[in-house]
């Protein structure tokens, strides 16, 4: 009775085994689950025992697929169960019969879920593939001190396979309160924009952007900056990437007072210049990342006037949807109405609540 019950076990554990994905490590170590994707340098596959493993596609012996899988082999894709044979792989295709080609021929490896999401990215739907988050600081005093402040950002950004889509918006205000105080109103300020990035190759992209601000202490009652060009992901992985950017842009500023009002009383000027920058992000960990962005516009109408922007900041993540963040900015203005000073600094602190969609 008891072997009767064993062998029944055994032909129930091993009918478990054939319906499920395996990985023979070249050390003769066995992983058994379901394979989920693999960029031809690694292989992800899901186990019951410890979740996702990840291990180096070079160490891997042998791999056998019970389910289909989406291959991708030197520019051909095949779909179905896989195994492998010595140095070839193996893929029971439905409509093309076998497939067999060598190993070091796989560039790409998904299951079902993991197609489902990459043809998806090639063509999201414009409410889909949004991340970012909403940042918030405030801060109040009284007593020898009377002083409000308020810092609101908001940052979204929209992937694609090939292109992103990028929205951001800041506001920074703050008074002083005390009877007599001059100013009354310390910081007013408010900006944001948008840029769109497309590859033109794997390094090599095209980007449009409009950039607006206001910023009431330095009379500015309106910067529009309409420019493009080409930027270079000098570093692209999952956990930092640099992009490099150069292009040019039309620039058209209104002010409240005159710029030079012992020789005219004009308020509005309008200029060509270039646009050179970087954007820089940093993963640190599970729960950090750092962000920084420099941008240099060198007045193509009147040379040796320029304008600049610096932005640096970190984001904590508390929990899901939590995170502290701090942040720096400085704007620069070579050429300001008289009687304004040309750096605007910006040092905040807050929560952040991020979204992903």
Known sequence: MRSWIAGILFLFMSAIAIRADQIILKNGDRLTGSITKSDGKTLVI????AGDVTVKFDAIQDMFSAGELHVELDGKTAQGPISTKGDDVIVATKTAGTVEAPRSSITTVRNQAEQSAYEKALHPRWGE????GINLGFAVTRGNSETKNLNV???AVRKGFQ???GLYANSIFATNDLPGATPHTTANSIGGGTRYDRDIHHRLFGFVNADFFYDE?????LRSIIGGGLGWHAVKRETSTLDLLSGANYTHESYSQPFHPEISDAKTRSLAAATLGDEFMQKIGAGTVIRQSLYFYPDLSNTGEYRGTFNFGTVTRINKWLGWQNSFGDVYVS????GKKKNDLMLSTGLSFSFTR
């Open 335 to 338: 050429a300001p109405p008289e």
């Open 153 to 155: 950002a908001f940052t």
């Open 163 to 165: 292109d992103k889509l």
């Open 46 to 49: 899901k186990t019951d025992y």
């Open 217 to 221: 202490l330095q009379s500015l009652d």
């Open 129 to 132: 593939g949004w991340s970012g």
